[in-house]
């Protein structure tokens, strides 16, 4: 009897074991995953399910703050009589691939609607200016960009 107590207990020992270690290898993989994201903590998520393409004339641009010593690009842009507001990518990347934008600029753009707090922002992921094709994120919606440097 001692001995089949003694097979009964060391199984459920080593599935104990093996679950404990399976919970801690998950919890340091979503811990890792959201360091990653930390570099970006101000923008808000790209959701594919939320793509969208939208065109239309460069209204505005401006420069936000975007975390500690980082700018984001913003476009605000005219499609008929909405405004419709698109982050386009961290003001250091601009600078690095040399691409510039001006009142008046003819643009398509697809990207992830998303809800800020002033109201909806579309996150760039291609933008389309004259002849160009700018790439802003891959197909997954993951910046092309370094989200620690912004470069």
């Known amino acids: 009897m001692l001995l089949e107590l003694k097979n009964i ?9 093996f679950s404990a270690l399976f919970l801690l290898l998950s919890a340091t993989t979503g811990i890792s995953q959201k360091a990653q ?10 959701d594919t399910h939320t793509e969208m393409k939208t065109k239309g004339v460069v209204d505005e641009i ?5 975390g500690t010593k980082k700018e984001l690009t913003e476009l605000i842009i005219k499609n008929g ?3 419709v507001h698109i982050y ?11 691409i510039s934008f001006s009142k008046g600029d003819e ?4 990207g992830s609607k998303v809800k800020r707090e002033a109201g909806d922002v579309i996150l760039a992921r291609e933008l389309i200016k004259g002849t160009d094709t700018l790439v802003f994120r891959d197909d997954k919606g993951a910046p092309v960009w370094n989200s620690r440097t912004g470069k």
């Open 88 to 98: 386009v990518c961290p003001k250091t990347f601009q600078e690095e691939i040399g």
């Open 9 to 17: 207990i060391q199984p459920r020992r080593a599935t104990q074991v």
């Open 62 to 66: 401006n420069v936000l703050p975007l």
């Open 107 to 110: 643009i398509a753009v697809t």
């Open 37 to 46: 994201d930390s570099g970006n903590s101000d923008l808000p998520g790209y």
């Open 81 to 83: 009589s909405d405004k």
